[in-house]
């Protein structure tokens, strides 16, 4: 059974960095599929935000592209993420989850909410 | 803002069809995938490549699509089929870009 566990600061403050890790069980990211970073704004829809894939192959939402970076730590079986100058319109819900073939989210992680705010 | 267009809400009755359509200009070469999402949980993948279901969601879930539209279609809602829905495609052959509908709200009345 597939899980995904994400962590990290819950409060940001504004201009400063966002960091996320997403820490997989039941599966090893080296054996495939993309792991992608997706929010949610308190009471708005869902935003993908990007995918890697195992190998670092890395592909960002054009609107964030600017300030985001996915990466893997395979020894760990962990991705993360990191956005920068962050403002209020950041604070969100924070989903990790398993992506099949760049097509669709088959399992989700349940999410952490972030605050900005000084 | 989002490239697929849902309606904000839709209601039925408990036993009625409840039918949820997405629209945008490149379904025609995209699959389309649901997902339900409850009150304060994550969201759940309901239907994929257009109308295939996951192990363990209820048949009464199904999909489709055709040309710009892809529609999820609930069968004798039940109760707990109250949620916010959610359709998502995704570029497969050039920006690899994911796109997610604005969601409807299913209420059983």
């Known amino acids: 059974q597939v899980h995904l566990q994400e962590s990290g600061p819950r409060l940001v403050k504004p201009s400063e960095t966002l960091s996320l890790t997403c820490t997989v069980s039941?599966?090893?990211?080296?054996?495939?599929?993309?792991w992608a970073w997706i929010r949610q704004a308190p009471g708005e829809g869902l935003e993908w935000i990007g995918r890697?894939?195992?190998?670092?192959?890395?592909y960002y939402n054009p609107s964030l592209e600017s300030r985001v970076s996915i990466s893997v730590d395979t020894s760990k079986n962990q991705f993360s993420l990191r956005l920068n100058s962050v403002t209020a319109a950041d604070t969100a819900f924070y989903y990790c989850?398993?992506?099949?073939?760049?097509?669709?989210?088959?399992?989700w992680g349940q999410g952490t909410l972030v605050t900005v705010s000084s | 803002s989002s490239e697929l267009t849902q309606p904000p809400s839709v209601s039925v009755s408990p036993g009625q069809t409840a039918t949820i359509i997405c629209s945008g200009d490149?379904?025609?070469?995209?699959?389309g995938n649901w997902y339900q999402q409850k009150p304060g949980q994550a969201p759940v993948l309901v239907i994929y490549?257009?109308?295939e279901r996951p192990s363990g969601i209820p048949e009464r879930f199904s999909g489709s699509r055709s040309g710009t539209t892809a529609t999820l279609t609930i069968s004798g809602v039940q109760a707990e089929d109250e949620a916010d829905y959610y359709c998502?495609?995704?570029?497969?052959?050039?920006?690899?870009?994911?796109?997610f509908g604005g969601g409807t709200k299913l209420t059983v009345l």
């Open positions: 989850a398993r992506e099949v073939g760049s097509y669709y989210f088959e399992h």
């Open positions: 039941g599966y090893s990211i080296t054996n495939g599929y993309y």
């Open positions: 890697i894939f195992h190998r670092g192959h890395t």
């Open positions: 490149a379904l025609p070469n995209q699959y």
């Open positions: 490549s257009d109308y």
């Open positions: 998502q495609s995704a570029d497969s052959r050039g920006t690899y870009r994911v796109d």
